[in-house]
């Protein structure tokens, strides 16, 4: 009887360890809505255990248990679940960079505060990088030492945590510098800056809550960081500085890197019309994050990319640099909308909707790009073009996109040259991964060959699982003979696509 009882009692204390544990998940519900599986085609299973609270996955999870792959069950009329798709079987590989898989955006208020204290985000999502490296800063926490000033003299130095007063401030040129350097508005988007800025940040600066209305930078930009963090503020109707001659060589832009651990995150660019970039991160500095922004109008005038990484001189350059659950809207500049001129880039969870340019992996090797959301409007220039080696590009969903002149998914002809062989006009398509992408209702989807002003085929390119509602998944093209694709395998279904599209709601500035 008392070993009876004594089992009887291991039981008990194992099913209220459990329900304790139980309750530290996130359940389905509280992470995936009803309509994200309903337009799947699914239904949502919503007590399923998910994710802790601290937002990172259980253990004993996959990380795409955090998402509709795990939480959507069925299909809405309730029958079963489709069976399992069975994993990519593929051919030996030479060395690369590990592909990471990007979760689905976090959903609620855990965007807000993940990069808080940067070191504490599992080092998986960030291969290779130092994130402890990048400042530690709570925008919802003020100390009591904060200084609150007034007035900005010309060249002032902000080196503790100081509050900047509602007001308007014009010509201003200031620097940030140092761990606890702190710039930060008195009301979000309070002061405001006018006339033309430069703001440096460098050595662990932080600039918070500022509103550029209708400002041009001073320099390469208005802000340029070099280990700092830009977050919460507002861009608007950014132009050129007096002075500027039309088809001159001058660059200017809202934000510039000049130095590793960079961090620039929800804030809004809108409407915005410079000679050059919205944001230009260096391949040279490496180490940067652009995470949850809002892009919205870019101007016609100046063809220029809204995002990029790296230079045509620069292909050979690993720079670690992230652009990871941003939204663009209505970009009208160059038809490379994101442009990755070096290797080492991860384009993860975007959203882009009526805009003009492709993410165009335009130079360089071992960039990934996967779960992108994109909602064609100028069609001219499709939703993704890659030229260079070892790229990784899945888990992308594109909708109502024509066939445009490259397609859905461009798989450029290049030249038969790498960077250790000099300078490329464009580079070939080498050892690249195009698996698991999404076209709904889309001309062709993969043009193969059809892109780019090289002689060469791709060549080890492997695909598999990309899926098109309409028509043919890959399309034989080239200019001066067409390129052979290699054969599709494991024909999926639109499930395959883990995108999650973005609103402006997601992204941005976050009130406080």
């Not at 007063?165 to 930060?184: E, F, K, M, P, S």
């Amino acid at each position: 009887m008392k070993l009876y009882a004594l089992f009887i009692g291991l039981v008990a204390l194992s099913e209220v360890t459990s329900a304790q544990s139980a309750d530290k998940h996130q359940i389905c519900s509280e992470r995936v809505t009803a309509n994200d599986c309903a337009s799947r085609g699914r239904f949502l299973n919503a007590n399923k255990p998910c994710c802790r609270n601290t937002n990172s996955c259980l253990s004993n999870y996959e990380q795409s248990k955090c998402g509709t792959s795990f939480c959507c069950d069925g299909t809405a009329g309730g029958s079963p679940p489709p069976p399992p798709v069975e994993p990519p079987v593929l051919p030996p590989t030479p060395p690369t960079r590990p592909p990471i898989t990007q979760r689905p955006p976090s959903t609620g208020a855990a965007h807000e505060t993940k990069f808080n204290d940067p070191s504490t985000i599992p080092q998986t999502e960030y291969p290779d990088v130092r994130l402890g490296n990048y400042p530690k800063y709570n925008p919802f926490t003020i100390p009591r030492n904060a200084n609150t000033i007034r007035r900005l003299s010309r060249g002032q130095t902000i080196r503790g945590y100081t509050i900047l007063a509602d007001g308007v401030y014009n010509n201003a040129q200031i620097t940030v510098d140092g761990r606890g350097a702190v710039l930060r508005a008195e009301s979000l988007h309070g002061a405001v800056f006018t006339g033309e800025i430069k703001i440096t940040i460098r050595n662990g600066g932080v600039v918070d809550g500022l509103f550029f209305d209708g400002a041009a930078p001073s320099g390469t930009g208005i802000i340029e960081i070099a280990n700092g963090r830009v977050t919460n503020c507002r861009f608007l109707k950014i132009g050129n500085p007096r002075g500027y001659r039309e088809g001159s060589s001058q660059r200017h832009r809202c934000i510039t890197q000049t130095g590793a651990y960079s961090l620039v995150d929800h804030n809004s660019f809108e409407d915005i019309c410079t000679a050059s970039l919205t944001i230009n991160m260096s391949a040279r500095a490496g180490n940067s994050i652009t995470y949850r922004n809002y892009f919205s109008e870019q101007c016609e005038k100046y063809t220029a990319e809204v995002w990029r990484t790296g230079s045509s001189n620069e292909v050979s350059i690993f720079a670690k640099a992230f652009c990871d659950e941003n939204l663009f809207t209505k970009q009208r500049g160059e038809h490379e909308l994101l442009s990755l001129k070096c290797g080492g880039i991860y384009v993860r969870g975007n959203t882009v909707t009526d805009s003009r340019g492709a993410i165009t992996c335009r130079h360089g090797s071992n960039n990934v790009l996967t779960d992108n959301w994109y909602q064609c409007g100028r069609t001219s220039s499709g939703a993704i073009r890659i030229f260079g080696e070892n790229h990784v590009v899945t888990g992308n969903y594109a909708e109502n996109c024509g066939a445009g002149t490259y397609g859905v998914l461009a798989i450029g002809k290049g030249d038969n040259c790498s960077p250790d062989n000099g300078r490329c006009g464009y580079m070939r398509v080498r050892n690249t991964r195009v698996e698991n992408n999404t076209c709904m209702n889309c001309g062709k989807t993969i043009s193969f060959g059809g892109a780019g002003k090289g002689g060469t085929c791709p060549v080890d390119t492997r695909m598999r699982g990309n899926y098109n509602n309409r028509g043919p998944e890959v399309t034989e093209e080239g200019r001066n003979g067409t390129c052979r694709a290699p054969r599709q395998t494991n024909r999926a279904s639109r499930d395959q696509s883990r995108a999650v599209r973005l609103n402006p709601r997601d992204v941005g500035p976050v009130r406080r």
